[in-house]
C-alpha cells in the first residue's frame, strides 16, 4: 500500500513538472496580480451630536480607503484600481514575501489572483447579408414597429413577434437598461445608432470634455467605458459585443428592417475582453460594479472561466442587493457544470439565470453545456443572425451597402442575451418587479421539451410570449419580492490571525514555485528546464521517501480520547492548500478525513467544521495502527467540545 502510495507521487510529481505550462497555457491568472478584500466595520460615528453607525457603503470606502494605505506603504506593489463599493483592491507586482504579508493581515478579509476570463469558440456562420435596400427617409432615432415586422433572428418557435404584438409601446414607457459587459460595441453600426439604443450619460455628455463630471471616477464616459484600455473608446475589435449586443435588442424589434426601428432596451456597452477574447476578473467586476452604480437593471454576461473568484461572487451579490437582473452564459464544452464548473454561470446568486443553448428544431446545442440544477433555461443559441462591426461602407445615409453588416454565430454566449433582451422587457412592462421575480418569470415562461429536461432545471426553451403575459399578469403577492441571500463562498477566507484561504494549483499537492517559475515562460520546456525540474523534483520527493520508510518504526499514538464515526463537511488548510472534504472520524482530540493531499507527520493544519464554523488548528499524526494520517487538534474550545458530544451521543466508539 504504502509503495503504491509512493509510485502515485512521484507519477504525480512528474506530470507536474511536464505539464505546469499546459497549465498556464490555460490563462488561468494573471502573474503578480491579485485582488485584495479588506474588511468593513460598522463603526460608531458622530453626527451633529448624535452617535450612529456607518451604512456598509461607507463601511466599504472607509476599507478600501484604509488598504489604499496599506499598499502604499508596501513598497514595489502597484495599486491599479479601487473598488470603493466593494472594500477591494487590485494590485499588481506582488511578491511572494508581500502576499504572505497581506494574507496575514488582520485588516485583509480575503486576497486571491486575478484569474483570466474568456470566450469560448464559437461557430461562426455564413455571412449574411443586408439586401440592398433604398430608403431616403431613414429616421435618425428610429420609427415605430410595422405590423409586418417578423423576428428572423432564430429559427426557433419562441413567439417573439406575437409578443411584439401585446407589448408596451416604444414611446409609452422608458427604455430598460442592459449593460453588456463583452467585448465593446460598435455604436455607429446603424441599428443602434439610429434606434436610440445607445445609452448615454447625460451628465458626461453634457459636461466638459477631460472633466469627471459626475465624480463616478471615470472621465467623458459617454456611452461607457474600455476596462481594457482604460478610457471611452469602445470599438469592438473582436466583433463579439456587437453581435450579442443585437440580439438582445432583437427582442423588441426586428433589427433587419429599414427605416430602422426604435429600441424599447438601452444597450449600456462595457468593455472588458480585448481582441482575442480575452479579460481579467477584475475588470469583469469592476464593469459589474459600474453598471449597477450607473442605473443598468440587466447585465449580460457571455463568457466565464473554470477558477472560481470570491470577488466575482461579490459582484453578483452587490447585483442581486440593488435588484439587477444577471444573465450568465452555461458555456459551450458540452460539460456538466455542476462537476466541471463555468464561473460566473455555476455562482448561485437569485437574480442570475444561467443559460444553455438550443437548436431551431429545440434540441440542446451539441457544443451546450448543462446542469439540472445551475443551468435554469434553454433559448437559441444556434446560428443566431446579428450585428458584427463592419467599415464605412455599411453605413451609408439612406441604405445598407455591404454584406459584412450582419452575420450569424453560435454558443451560450447568443442564448444568454436573448434572456437578457427578455428580462428588461418583463421589467419595462411591470418596472416595479425585483429582479428575484424577474428571474422566477423567465424561469417558468418556457415551453417544456423531454428532450432537454436532463439537462437544465426549468425543462424547457424559454417562450418570449409568455414571459411578457406574465410580467403582465404578475401578482406581486404571489412571491417574495427579494429573499436574503448570504452567499456561500467555495472558498472562505478565515483566520483568527486575520489571514486568509487562498487558492493554489489544483492536483496532486504541488509546489507552487515550481509552478509559477515554469509558467511565467512561453513555448515547450527547454532540455535544460527539463532536467532542472526533475531535478527538484527528485529533492522534493527525497523526504517523502524517507518518511515512508521510517513510519513503520514509530511508536503508537496513545489515543487519549474516544473517537466516533461522524461525517460533518470541513474545510481544510495544509500550508498554502485549501480543499473541502468530509470527515470520517471525529473526536474532542482530532479527526481523520478523506484527500489526496500528500502530507508528513507534525505538519500544521486549519480546519473548519462548517455547522459550527469554528477554525480548529492541529497537526498531521501517524496511527500505525491504522496505518493512516489523522489530525490532532492542538486548540479546542469548550463549545465545540459540547457539539462533538452531543453529535456522538448514543454512538458506539470506534475501537
Known sequence: MQKSKFVRLMVCLLSISLYGRHIHAQNIAISGEYIVKFKAKMTNVQVVGKTGQVDMRSANKMAADKGERIIGALKGIQLRSKFENAGMLHVDSVTNEKLKFLENHPDVEYIEPNYLLSLEPEEKGDLEGFSNTVDENVDEYGVAASPSDSYTQSSANVQVSNSWAIQKSAESTAKVIVAVIDSGLDIQHIVFANSGALWQNSAELSGQPGVDDDGNGYVDDINGWNFVNGNSEMYDDNEHGTHVAGIVIGTGQDIFKLPVRESKI??????????????????????????????????????????????????????????????????????????????????????????????????????????????????????????????????????????????????????????????????????????????????????????????????????????????????????????????????????????????????????????????????????????????????????????????????????????????????????????????????????????????????????????????????????????????????????????????????????
Open 266 to 655: 438601452k444597450i449600456m456597452p462595457l468593455k472588458f475582453l480585448d481582441a482575442n477574447g480575452s479579460g481579467s476578473t477584475a475588470n469583469a467586476i469592476a464593469a459589474i460594479y459600474y453598471a449597477v452604480n450607473n442605473g443598468a437593471k440587466v447585465i449580460n454576461n457571455s463568457w466565464g472561466g473554470p477558477s472560481y473568484s470570491r470577488s466575482l461572487h461579490d459582484a453578483y451579490k452587490y447585483a442581486y442587493d440593488h435588484s439587477v437582473v444577471l444573465v450568465s452564459a452555461a458555456g459551450n464544452s458540452n460539460v456538466d457544470i455542476g462537476s466541471t464548473p463555468m464561473y460566473p454561470a455555476a455562482l448561485d446568486a437569485p437574480s442570475n439565470i444561467t443559460v444553455g443553448a438550443t437548436t431551431g428544431s429545440d434540441r440542446k446545442a451539441s457544443f451546450s453545456n448543462f446542469n439540472k440544477t445551475l443551468t435554469h433555461v434553454f433559448a437559441p443559441g444556434y446560428s443566431i443572425r446579428s450585428t458584427v462591426p463592419a467599415g464605412s461602407d455599411c453605413y451609408s445615409e439612406s441604405t445598407f451597402v455591404s454584406s459584412t453588416c450582419f452575420y450569424t454565430l453560435s454558443g451560450t454566449s447568443m442564448a444568454a442575451p436573448f434572456v437578457a433582451g427578455l428580462a428588461a422587457l418583463a421589467i419595462r412592462e411591470l418596472p416595479s418587479l425585483s429582479a428575484y421575480q424577474v428571474r422566477n418569470i423567465i424561469i417558468a415562461a418556457i415551453d417544456t421539451n423531454p428532450y432537454l429536461t436532463p439537462y437544465v432545471s426549468s425543462g424547457g426553451r424559454v417562450n418570449a410570449l409568455k414571459v411578457i403575459q406574465a410580467a403582465q399578469g404578475f401578482v406581486s403577492s404571489s412571491q417574495s419580492t427579494a429573499p436574503v441571500y448570504n452567499p456561500v463562498y467555495k472558498l472562505e477566507a478565515s483566520s483568527t490571525s486575520g489571514g486568509s484561504m487562498t487558492p493554489t494549483p489544483a492536483g496532486c499537492g504541488l509546489v507552487k514555485a515550481i509552478v509559477d517559475e515554469t509558467s511565467s515562460q512561453q513555448g515547450p520546456p527547454s532540455a535544460g528546464q527539463m532536467v532542472y525540474t526533475l531535478g527538484v523534483m527528485i529533492l522534493l520527493a527525497a523526504p517523502l521517501v524517507l518518511a515512508f520508510s521510517l513510519r513503520s518504526k514509530k511508536k503508537k499514538i496513545v489515543r487519549q480520547h474516544q473517537r466516533y464515526s461522524i461525517a460533518k463537511d470541513i474545510m481544510v488548510q495544509i500550508g498554502d492548500q485549501v480543499i473541502s472534504s468530509a470527515s470520517q472520524t471525529l473526536s474532542v482530540g482530532g479527526m481523520s478525513f478523506s484527500s489526496d493531499i500528500q502530507v508528513e507527520k507534525g505538519q500544521k493544519i486549519k480546519v473548519r467544521i462548517s455547522e459550527t464554523n469554528e477554525e480548529i488548528e492541529g497537526e498531521i499524526v501517524w496511527s500505525t495502527e491504522q496505518k493512516s494520517f489523522g489530525v490532532r487538534f492542538t486548540s479546542v474550545t469548550e463549545n465545540l467540545k459540547s457539539q462533538i458530544q452531543s453529535w456522538s451521543a448514543g454512538m458506539v466508539p470506534l475501537t
